[in-house]
Structures are given as structure tokens and as C-alpha cells.
T-cell receptor, first 114, second 116 residues
Framework: AQSVTQPDIHITVSEGASLELRCNYSYGATPYLFWYVQSPGQGLQLLLK??????LVQGIKGFEAEFKRSQSSFNLRKPSVHWSDAAEYFCAVGGRNQGGKLIFGQGTELSVKP | DTAVSQTPKYLVTQMGNDKSIKCEQNLGHDTMYWYKQDSKKFLKIMFSYNNKELIINETVPNRFSPKSPDKAHLNLHINSLELGDSAVYFCASSQEDGGWKPREQYFGPGTRLTVT
């Protein structure tokens, strides 16, 4: 079955500390992977995506993610977290010829301590 | 200009009522979606339309009926509302290319539906 798992429901980090949010997927075909961020009361915004090529992808707001096929993972990282990064983060997977359908993980809520 | 807009932002109604949520995108995209986000923030696709044609129809009660008058609009009508319909509903759009690869989806701000 196709699925996305984000093992951490809630993470708290101190401002300036590094961050890694985990994402594992199960997908029977070539996965196309996304990270979205949802600020309180807002819609989702794309941070970055992986389709092919270099397995380390850069996104907006200083985020990056690494695709590891052997581990079925696509973890999101940021070297130094800012208070404005506090939000809900969603990992998603899609595939070819799926009409754009994305399967989302359950999200990880990030809190940032001053 | 807001890229993907939804109205209303909040909707409080009683069980058994019929309500509609409207969505408009001004990005020129040809594909639009409805998602439901439950109280645990789990986000699940309900429908998608491509150029006014229904493409994705997940396992959704037939009380939910999407309507796309043109490719810039996708409305969601819900009949006989139930308590379990309470959620945040998101509209999104993307420019697909014949289904080969999924594209970035642009989301609206959401409509919080509360059924009492």
C-alpha cells in the first residue's frame, strides 16, 4: 500500500539549533517526493521537491532534504532554526500518471524555543 | 492577488443542512483539488478535476459533490451534513502535464467547517 510515515508528531528545538524531520514512504513505483509547510491558519506551501537526479535538494527558507532510496526516506533538514519556522510540516509522495494525486504523511508539528 | 481563494473561511452549520464551499484560482492551472484535513491534521485528497473533468474521486460519501463550472473554479457541495464532516477543507491547484509527473500544488487558506 502507498503510504507516508512521519514518525515524530511533535518536535521542539531551540532557536539556532539544527533540525531534522523524518519521512519514510512506501510506494510501488518511482516516487516523487515533496515537503510542504503549513503555518497556523494557513494553507500549505511547498518547501521543496525531489523528482530525480541529485539526492540532496535545496528548498526555500534554507531547508534541504535528502532522498535515500535504500531507506525509503526523505528527511528534511535545516542547519539553524528560526522562531518563524514554527509550523506543521508535511511530507508527501506522488507518482506518474496519478492525475497529480499526493499522499500525505500525518505531519510533524515544530515548536521553536527562544 | 490571492492565487487560490476559498469562501467562506469559516462555516458553522447544523446537522442535516446543505452547504457549499467555493474555490477560485487565478494561476491559469488546469487541475484543481479538494482535500479534507481532520482534527489530527491528517490531509486526504477527496477529488480532483482537470479542465472541468473529474479525474480523482476517492472514497467519499456521495453527499459530497464537486462541481467545476470552468477550469478556474471548483466548488464543493455537501448535502445532509453530519458531525463527522467537521474538518478543514482545502482547495488546491496545479498545472499537470498529462499526468506524467505530479506538479507543485498551490493551496488555498482553507475553510473550517463546524457541524453542530
Amino acid at each position: 500500500a502507498q503510504s507516508v510515515t512521519q514518525p515524530d508528531i511533535h518536535i521542539t528545538v531551540s532557536e539556532g539549533a539544527s533540525l531534522e524531520l523524518r519521512c519514510n514512504y512506501s510506494y510501488g513505483a518511482t516516487p516523487y517526493l515533496f515537503w510542504y509547510v503549513q503555518s497556523p491558519g494557513q494553507g500549505l506551501q511547498l518547501l521543496l521537491k525531489y523528482f530525480s537526479g541529485d539526492t540532496l535538494v535545496q528548498g526555500i527558507k534554507g531547508f534541504e532534504a535528502e532522498f535515500k532510496r535504500s531507506q525509503s526516506s526523505f528527511n528534511l533538514r535545516k542547519p539553524s532554526v528560526h522562531w518563524s519556522d514554527a509550523a506543521e510540516y508535511f511530507c508527501a509522495v506522488g507518482g506518474r500518471n496519478q492525475g497529480g494525486k499526493l499522499i500525505f504523511g500525518q505531519g510533524t508539528e515544530l515548536s521553536v524555543k527562544p | 492577488d490571492t492565487a487560490v481563494s476559498q469562501t467562506p473561511k469559516y462555516l458553522v452549520t447544523q446537522m442535516g443542512n446543505d452547504k457549499s464551499i467555493k474555490c477560485e484560482q487565478n494561476l491559469g492551472h488546469d487541475t484543481m483539488y479538494w482535500y479534507k484535513q481532520d482534527s489530527k491534521k491528517f490531509l486526504k485528497i477527496m477529488f480532483s478535476y482537470n479542465n472541468k473533468e473529474l479525474i480523482i474521486n476517492e472514497t467519499v460519501p456521495n453527499r459530497f459533490s464537486p462541481k467545476s463550472p470552468d477550469k478556474a473554479h471548483l466548488n464543493l457541495h455537501i448535502n445532509s451534513l453530519e458531525l463527522g464532516d467537521s474538518a478543514v477543507y482545502f482547495c488546491a491547484s496545479s498545472q499537470e502535464d498529462g499526468g506524467w509527473k505530479p506538479r507543485e500544488q498551490y493551496f488555498g487558506p482553507g475553510t473550517r467547517l463546524t457541524v453542530t
